[in-house]
């Protein structure tokens, strides 16, 4: 499949932190995805968590580092048009998988996910890189990923688990608080769009983003990939995903060149 990443695109990634690419996964990628969720949701890791509610009258489950075990994602990962993407939209040469991340809402969810950045849960540290937010349901304005554009050049903000409200990663009060977004659309110019299966918002780590409740089934593939500038920056806590045993195989300040991080552009030739 051809993949049409233009100059546009590129700059609104590097400009904005989050750019909508139309189709990047074509029909059979997406029959092919939608399977491996299925898969995944029938056989959750030991890292899934439920992210709503008991009193939820829906349900929000999210499972991470499951590629290893699923073909389906293997094939979307490392066999699609997506690390070219990738490696285009960061103007990086080189890309390596980080995690893959299913978030899955039924039908009837109200938890809403709050505002947040993803970088300071990880223990990673550079600007290049990139999310893929990919569904293979369509996904409705209301019900949609909204995005803070600029806010991946701004500071890092604190991090926190979504239930509780509770800093369990950088200490209470050593980062800023998250600001009022929703209050001051001027100042924080939200970015949302109208999804079909396939479509792919990209956004860096550090972006702003968000998202509603959903009143269908809303299946999504998220992909965080690395490019050339990362390194390994290990943390006292446990992050979010975790890696044991990282830090004593990958000293800090090291590029993530490592098998739990395998290489997915250039593609090997071997």
Same mark, same amino acid.
């Not at 947040?116 to 999310?131: A, C, L, R």
């Not at 110019?189 to 998202?211: I, Q, Y």
């Given at each position: ?16 932190? !989050?750019? +909508? ?7 059979? %990628? ?15 890791? +030991?890292?899934?968590?439920? !992210?709503?509610? @008991? ?24 066999? $699609? $048009? =997506?690390? %070219?993407?990738? !490696? ?15 978030? =899955? ?12 950045? #993803? ?17 293979? #349901?369509?996904?409705?304005? @209301? ?10 050049? &701004? ?8 239930? %509780? ?10 980062? $800023? @608080? ?33 998202? %509603? &409740? ?13 490019? #050339? ?15 044991? &045993? ?25």
């Amino acid at each position: 499949m051809s993949l049409k990443i233009t100059e546009a695109d590129i700059e609104a990634y590097q400009n904005d932190g !989050a750019v +909508l690419i139309k189709g990047l996964l074509n029909d059979q %990628e997406v029959s092919d995805l939608r399977e491996g969720i299925e898969a995944n949701i029938s056989n959750p890791s +030991l890292k899934s968590k439920i !992210a709503s509610n @008991e009193n939820d009258p829906g349900w929000f489950l999210e499972d991470f580092c499951t590629w290893q075990e699923n073909p389906s994602y293997q094939r979307i990962i490392f066999q $699609s $048009s =997506v690390p %070219e993407a990738a !490696a285009k939209l960061m103007r990086s040469k080189q890309v390596r998988l980080y995690h893959d991340h299913m978030l =899955v809402k039924k039908k009837g969810t109200v938890q809403r996910t709050p505002w947040h950045q #993803d970088q300071p849960y990880y223990n990673i540290e550079g600007k290049q890189n990139i999310s893929f937010w990919i569904p293979v #349901d369509p996904v409705p304005l @209301e019900w949609t990923l909204e995005l803070v554009a600029g806010s991946h050049k &701004g500071p890092w903000y604190m991090p926190r688990n979504f239930l %509780e409200n509770q800093a369990k990663w950088f200490p209470e009060g050593s980062l $800023s @608080e998250i600001p009022d977004i929703d209050s001051n659309p001027e100042k924080y110019p939200v970015l949302k769009w109208v999804l079909e299966p396939g479509d792919a918002v990209a956004f860096h780590m550090l972006t702003l983003h968000s998202g %509603e &409740g959903t009143g269908a089934l809303r299946r999504v593939f998220s992909i965080r990939m690395l490019g #050339d500038d990362i390194i390994h920056a290990p943390r006292s806590w446990e992050t979010s995903p975790d890696f044991p &045993g990282l830090s004593d195989q990958l000293p800090a300040g090291k590029p993530m060149d490592h098998e739990l991080f395998p290489l997915a552009w250039p593609v090997s030739q071997a």
